[in-house]
C-alpha cells in the first residue's frame, strides 16, 4: 500500500472512531444517538479529505502517519469540547477548518522547496521577536489568568507566542546550520548566543509572567544547540542558567512564587493569605483551587474512565468545577472519562506522533531540514509535557495549550503550521527511497 493510501485508511478510521465518540456523548446526555454524532463524523472526514488531496498533491513521498494522528488529536479535542459547551465545539470546528486552510496553504506554498525560507532567517528571528513583544504592549496586551500571553484586535484574541515559536525555529535552524562548526569548538566567546536566548527568555519569564513559555523556547533552543553541536555542555551550562534565572524570579516575580507554592503545597489544612480575596483561606480553596480539583477529577477516572459524556464536571446549578476546563485543564475531564487506560493511550499518540517527527529530523540529508524537524518535534513534545506535567504535578503549573485539543484558534492553526513543515521535510527526505 502507498504512504497516500495508507493515509486515507488511518483517516477513515478516524473518522469512524469521531463518530463513535459523539455518539457516547449524545446517548450519555440525551439517552438517544443523534444524526448529529454522524454530521460531525461526516464533518471530520471531509476536512481532512481535503487535507490529503492537499498532501497527494504536494507531498506525495511524506510521512503517511503524522496526518492521521493530528485528525485523532483534534477530533478528541472537539469531542470533549462539545461535552463541556456544544457551541465552543462549533467555534473549535471552523477553526479548525482555519487550520488546515493554513496547512494547505503552507504545503502549496513551499512544496518547491521549502529550503529558501533559511535565506531568511534573520528576518524570522526578528518576526518572532516581535511577535512576543505585542502582549506587553499597553493597548492590545491582554492578561489573562494572571499571564500577559495574548492581543486583542477588535473581536479577535490571539496568542502570538504560538505562531513566534515556529518562527523561533526557523531563525535557530538555519543560524545553527551556519554556525555550528564555530559553536562546536566549545570556545567562551561562541557561548554569546546561549546568553542572548537566555537572557531574552528571562525578559520574557518577567514580562508575561509565565515560567511555560520561557521554559518551551529555552528548551527548544537548547535541543535544537545539543543537535546542531553534540556538545552537552551547552546543554548543562544552559540547564544551569534557566534553574539560577528561575530562581531569581521566584524571589522577583510574585506570580513565579506563586506557582512554584501551589506545584509544592497544594493542600493546607490552616488558612493562608488568598491573593484573590485578601482574607486567609485554605489554598486548595483558593490559589490552588483548579489544580486540586483537577487532580480529583484524574483519581475520578480509576482504571476504565467513566466514559464519554459520563464525567463530573459541573455542580449540581451548572457552575463548572475547574475553570478553563475547555483549555488549560482539558486533559483532566479526559482522564476521568477516559481512566488511566484510555489516558494513556492518549498520551501514547503524542509519543508515536514525537516519534514520527524524530525519525522525520533522523533521515533529513541537510542540516537546515535536520535541524528544523529535530526543532519542530521537540518543541511539540515539550509543549505537551509542560500542560501535562502541570496538570498532574510533576512541574509547576502553566497556562500552555495541549496541541491539537485544547480550545483556542492561534494554537490550532500554529499546531497546523508545524505538522505542514514536518510534512515538507519528510517528503524532501524519502525522495531519495522512492
Known amino acids: 500500500m502507498s504512504y497516500r493510501n495508507r493515509e486515507l485508511a488511518s483517516l477513515i478510521v478516524v473518522a469512524i472512531l469521531t463518530g463513535l465518540g459523539f455518539a457516547s456523548v449524545y446517548i450519555a446526555q440525551q439517552d438517544v444517538i443523534s444524526t448529529a454524532s454522524l454530521t460531525y463524523a461526516i464533518f471530520f472526514l471531509a476536512l481532512y479529505l481535503v487535507a490529503h488531496l492537499v498532501t497527494r498533491l504536494t507531498v506525495p513521498f511524506a510521512d503517511p502517519y503524522l496526518l492521521p494522528l493530528a485528525g485523532l488529536l483534534s477530533a478528541v479535542g472537539v469531542i470533549e469540547i462539545y461535552r463541556i459547551n456544544p457551541q465552543d465545539a462549533l467555534r473549535q470546528s471552523l477553526w479548525l477548518v482555519v487550520g488546515v486552510g493554513a496547512f494547505a496553504g503552507t504545503l502549496l506554498v513551499f512544496r518547491w522547496d521549502y529550503r529558501r525560507v533559511e535565506n531568511y532567517k534573520y528576518l524570522f528571528g526578528l518576526t518572532s521577536l516581535g511577535l512576543l513583544v505585542l502582549p506587553a504592549l499597553p493597548v492590545i496586551g491582554q492578561r489573562v489568568n494572571g499571564a500577559r500571553l495574548w492581543v486583542h484586535f477588535g473581536g479577535l484574541q490571539f496568542q502570538p507566542g504560538e505562531l513566534a515559536k515556529i518562527m523561533l525555529i526557523v531563525f535557530l535552524a538555519g543560524y545553527l546550520r551556519e554556525k555550528r562548526e564555530v559553536l562546536a569548538q566549545g570556545r567562551p566567546k561562541d557561548l554569546g548566543p546561549l546568553l542572548v536566548i537566555w537572557g531574552a527568555a528571562m525578559l520574557l519569564l518577567v514580562q508575561s509572567a509565565d515560567l511555560g513559555s520561557a521554559l518551551l523556547y529555552f528548551g527548544i533552543f537548547l535541543a535544537m544547540l545539543y543537535v546542531a553541536t553534540g556538545r552537552r555542555r551547552f546543554v548543562v551550562a544552559g540547564a544551569v542558567l534557566f534553574v539560577g534565572g528561575c530562581y531569581a524570579a521566584y524571589h522577583l516575580v510574585d506570580r513565579v512564587r506563586e506557582r512554584v507554592t501551589i506545584w509544592l503545597h497544594p493542600w493546607t489544612s490552616h488558612p493562608v493569605p488568598c491573593p484573590l480575596t485578601g482574607h486567609p483561606a485554605l489554598r486548595q480553596d483558593c490559589s490552588s483551587y483548579q489544580l486540586v480539583k483537577s487532580l480529583y477529577s484524574i483519581a475520578a477516572g480509576h482504571f476504565g474512565g467513566s466514559g464519554f459524556g459520563k464525567s463530573t464536571i459541573a455542580t449540581p446549578d451548572g457552575h463548572p468545577l475547574i475553570p478553563f476546563l475547555k483549555t488549560d485543564f482539558i486533559y483532566s475531564a479526559l482522564a476521568q472519562e477516559l481512566g488511566l487506560v484510555g489516558i ?27 535541524l528544523a524537524a529535530a526543532g519542530l518535534t521537540f518543541g511539540f513534545a515539550l509543549q505537551t509535557f509542560i500542560i501535562v506535567g502541570g496538570i498532574v504535578r510533576e512541574i509547576p503549573l502553566t497556562g500552555i495549550t495541549l496541541p491539537f485539543v485544547s480550545f483556542g484558534g492561534s494554537s490550532i492553526v500554529a499546531n497546523f503550521i508545524l505538522l505542514a513543515g514536518l510534512l515538507l521535510i519528510s517528503n524532501r527526505a524519502q525522495l531519495r527511497y522512492a
Open 344 to 370: 494513556s493511550a492518549f498520551v501514547l499518540v503524542y509519543v508515536v506522533f514525537v516519534l514520527r517527527g524524530m525519525r522525520t529530523a533522523t533521515i533529513a540529508d541537510d542540516g537546515f531540514s535536520k
